[in-house]
């Protein structure tokens, strides 16, 4: 199946700056990007998604970047605060299985 | 709109017994998802059901795991019997499928499993 690296595996930022968590895959027909957040004891939530077709999407603090050439793609976040403190997992749509793969997950803490 | 429900939301049990974890899909969607979370492992597929239908089981660890979906409303994800290694959170998530890749997958809160 689909391989997804996920890197940093931790990430501390000072309230305000921007964090950039990267991931990339070997599957040059996934073609759907999709970032999740999960809060300490909660469910993942999805936070954005980019399909194949689009090279970057925006949506207020958070972007996606998608280099589908190097089979990378990033999630940017800016102004960070205290709430984006969590776990964030890239995935990617396996065209085969129709199923998500998921990286191993970002813990970022965001100190006030 | 409800969106998944799990239950239980925690299950304690003692190794070999049988232990069933129920989902309830959101309403009008036709995909299915059981996911399997642990520090070491991550967020792992287990089985995957399109209307109703075991689509891929590739993720079931072993014989001792399986799941059915007798109806679109339901899901039941059973370990039988049950060993210490099991113990993780087992999400379920549901999405409409429409034919395309980008079909969101939703997931319910999750039901955290300790085996002793």
């Known amino acids: 199946g689909e391989n997804v690296e996920q890197h940093p595996s931790t990430l501390s930022v000072q309230e305000g700056d921007s964090a950039v968590i990267k991931c990339t895959y070997s599957?040059?027909?996934?073609?759907?990007f999709p970032w999740y957040k999960q809060e300490l004891g909660k469910r993942p939530q999805l936070i954005i998604d980019?399909?194949?077709?689009?090279g970057e999407k925006k949506d207020q603090r958070i972007a996606v970047t998608l280099n589908k050439t190097a089979k990378h793609f990033s999630l940017h976040i800016t102004e960070t605060q205290p709430e984006d403190s969590a776990v964030y997992f890239c995935?990617?749509?396996?065209?085969?299985?129709?199923?998500?793969?998921f990286g191993s997950g970002t813990r970022l803490q965001v100190q006030p | 709109d409800a969106g998944v429900i799990q239950s239980p939301r925690h299950e304690v049990t003692e190794m070999g017994q049988e232990v069933t974890l129920r989902c309830k899909p959101i309403?009008?969607?036709?995909?299915l998802f059981w996911y399997r979370q642990t520090m070491m492992r991550g967020l792992e597929l287990l089985i995957y059901?399109?209307?109703?239908?075991?689509?891929?089981d590739s993720g079931m660890p072993e014989d001792r795991f399986s799941a059915k979906m007798p109806n679109a409303s339901f899901s039941t994800l059973k370990i039988q019997p049950s060993e210490p290694r099991d113990s993780a959170v087992y999400f379920c998530?549901?999405?409409?499928?429409?034919?395309?890749?980008?079909?969101?997958?939703?997931f319910g809160p999750g039901t955290r499993l300790t085996v002793l």
């Open positions: 998530a549901s999405s409409l499928t429409s034919g395309t890749p980008t079909d969101t997958q939703y």
């Open positions: 599957d040059s027909a996934s073609n759907y």
């Open positions: 980019i399909r194949s077709n689009v």
């Open positions: 995935a990617l749509m396996d065209t085969g299985r129709r199923a998500l793969t």
């Open positions: 309403s009008g969607h036709n995909s």
């Open positions: 059901f399109n209307n109703n239908v075991p689509i891929d």
